[in-house]
């Protein structure tokens, strides 16, 4: 298959990868793209088998090789007033608009749209595609696609991840520790609130000790130029009770932390069960033994730290000639892979600032500064 960055583009954007959705229909056409070059892939299922990550290498299997890292899931259009079909794209004023033309299909149609030109060239050290699911709903398929890397794969020497930066080097982002915290309590009816013990009452004070704590973490300032520029704490969902005459048994609520790198978000955790335990539970319990509260941890994935010295942030920035330190508050991949002990930076076509949103887009400007990155770095790989 010979297609071009535009073309390899509207093909992805045309499969309806949303996270809930198999992504296997995108998956198996990048199979078999790069099998019509001669390229194996290694296909890495999830446990129902439903979706996979894809792992392929350009190139000479040796170490010292660069990851393109990838997520091939979307987020959701429902209820979004789009003005054209979201998997259909459409050029409108020099701008591609699809789903995930932005977050973020463009950079690696873009990579795959110029492996032609990586085998062409020789390269001396392999280019690895690295692409992932579930990444909108936790990062959950990353973590196989790395154990995959370090089992198989010769050390590669840096991980440039895609995500859209408007092709800045993108060297921190911020974790994420999503919580769910649920609360049991006893009925009564409400004109008896001494009989009953209310769980969304109770949730409520929980709530206002988790918004105490965002405001103390707000004072913990990073040197680091995230906006905000310090540990968020967020309450996002809340549902419970029955009726409004029906002290409430069940209430549940769902809430993050974003740590900046450094900040350990288990210890906001950790406060919240303490002071649980001190202040809350002795009087639910002395009304009803059975009630509670239990928080458990739906999805962690880890800050990406800077590495002034490391490799990732050494090559971009000679590929871009973008000297400047730039942070996302955003969670991505690229903390697993550091994690894991890779160099890793951030660097990709278009603006997180379309991601998510009804219309999203990129430039055309930058799917042409993107292909003349992927361009320089397959001459650095060959030279």
Same mark, same amino acid.
């Given at each position: 298959?010979?297609?071009?960055?535009?073309?390899?583009? /509207?093909?992805?954007?045309?499969?309806?990868?949303?996270?809930?959705?198999?992504?296997?229909?995108?998956?198996?056409?990048? !199979?078999?793209?790069?099998?019509?070059?001669?390229? #194996?892939?290694?296909?890495?299922?999830?446990?129902?088998?439903? %979706?996979?990550?894809?792992?392929?290498?350009?190139?000479?299997?040796?170490?010292?090789?660069?990851?393109?890292?990838?997520?091939?899931?979307?987020?959701?259009?429902? &209820?979004?007033?789009?003005?054209?079909?979201?998997?259909?794209? +459409?050029?409108?004023?020099?701008? *591609?608009?699809?789903?995930?033309?932005?977050?973020?299909?463009?950079?690696?149609?873009?990579?795959?749209?110029?492996?032609?030109?990586?085998? #062409?060239?020789?390269?001396?050290?392999?280019?690895?595609?690295?692409?992932?699911?579930?990444?909108?709903?936790?990062?959950?398929?990353?973590?196989?696609?790395?154990? %995959?890397?370090?089992?198989?794969?010769?050390?590669?020497?840096?991980?440039?991840?895609? #995500?859209?930066?408007?092709?800045?080097?993108?060297?921190?982002? %911020?974790?994420?520790?999503?919580?769910?915290?649920?609360?049991?309590?006893?009925?009564?009816?409400?004109?008896?609130?001494?009989?009953?013990?209310?769980?969304?009452? =109770?949730?409520?004070?929980?709530?206002?000790?988790?918004?105490?704590?965002?405001? =103390?973490?707000?004072?913990?300032?990073?040197?680091?130029?995230?906006?905000?520029?310090?540990?968020?704490?967020?309450?996002?969902? @809340?549902?419970?009770?029955? $009726?409004?005459?029906?002290?409430?048994?069940?209430?549940?609520?769902?809430?993050?932390?974003?740590?900046?790198?450094?900040?350990?978000?288990?210890?906001?955790? $950790? &406060?919240? &069960?303490?002071?649980?335990?001190? /202040?809350?539970?002795?009087?639910?319990?002395?009304?009803?033994? &059975?009630?509670? +509260?239990?928080? !458990?941890?739906?999805?962690?994935?880890?800050?990406?730290?800077?590495?002034?010295?490391?490799?990732?942030?050494?090559? +971009?920035?000679?590929?871009?000639?973008?000297?400047?330190?730039?942070? $996302?508050?955003?969670?991505?991949?690229?903390?697993?892979?550091?994690?894991?002990?890779?160099?890793?930076?951030?660097?990709?076509?278009?603006?997180?600032?379309?991601?998510?949103? $009804?219309?999203?887009? @990129?430039? *055309?400007?930058? +799917?042409? #500064?993107?292909?003349?990155?992927?361009? !320089?770095?397959?001459?650095?790989?060959?030279?």
């Amino acid at each position: 298959m010979q297609m071009t960055s535009r073309e390899l583009i /509207e093909k992805l954007v045309g499969f309806p990868t949303v996270s809930c959705d198999s992504n296997l229909d995108l998956i198996h056409f990048v !199979r078999d793209y790069l099998a019509s070059h001669g390229i #194996e892939s290694q296909l890495i299922p999830n446990e129902e088998g439903t %979706k996979a990550n894809l792992l392929a290498t350009i190139g000479p299997q040796t170490s010292g090789g660069i990851v393109l890292s990838g997520h091939t899931d979307v987020v959701p259009v429902n &209820d979004q007033p789009w003005e054209s079909d979201p998997f259909t794209v +459409v050029e409108r004023s020099g701008r *591609l608009f699809g789903r995930g033309t932005a977050d973020m299909k463009s950079f690696y149609a873009i990579a795959l749209a110029m492996v032609p030109r990586m085998l #062409e060239r020789s390269i001396r050290r392999p280019i690895h595609f690295a692409l992932s699911y579930d990444e909108e709903v936790g990062c959950l398929g990353a973590p196989a696609i790395i154990r %995959k890397i370090l089992a198989d794969i010769p050390t590669p020497s840096a991980v440039i991840v895609g #995500e859209p930066t408007m092709m800045r080097v993108t060297s921190a982002h %911020k974790g994420i520790v999503t919580m769910e915290t649920t609360v049991t309590g006893r009925e009564a009816h409400s004109s008896q609130t001494h009989r009953g013990v209310s769980a969304v009452m =109770t949730a409520a004070r929980l709530i206002a000790k988790i918004d105490e704590m965002a405001r =103390t973490a707000a004072r913990e300032i990073s040197d680091i130029p995230f906006d905000p520029p310090y540990t968020t704490v967020h309450v996002g969902k @809340i549902e419970g009770g029955t $009726a409004p005459n029906i002290i409430s048994r069940h209430c549940r609520f769902l809430w993050d932390i974003r740590p900046i790198p450094g900040d350990d978000p288990s210890r906001y955790r $950790a &406060d919240l &069960d303490r002071w649980v335990e001190e /202040e809350i539970l002795p009087g639910m319990r002395a009304i009803a033994p &059975d009630t509670g +509260v239990s928080t !458990r941890a739906l999805c962690s994935v880890p800050a990406l730290a800077p590495e002034p010295q490391g490799e990732a942030e050494r090559l +971009v920035r000679s590929l871009t000639g973008d000297n400047a330190v730039h942070a $996302a508050a955003y969670a991505a991949e690229a903390g697993q892979f550091q994690e894991a002990g890779f160099s890793t930076v951030i660097c990709g076509p278009g603006s997180i600032d379309q991601a998510h949103q $009804a219309n999203e887009f @990129i430039d *055309l400007a930058q +799917v042409e #500064e993107c292909e003349r990155f992927i361009g !320089r770095l397959i001459d650095h790989l060959a030279d």
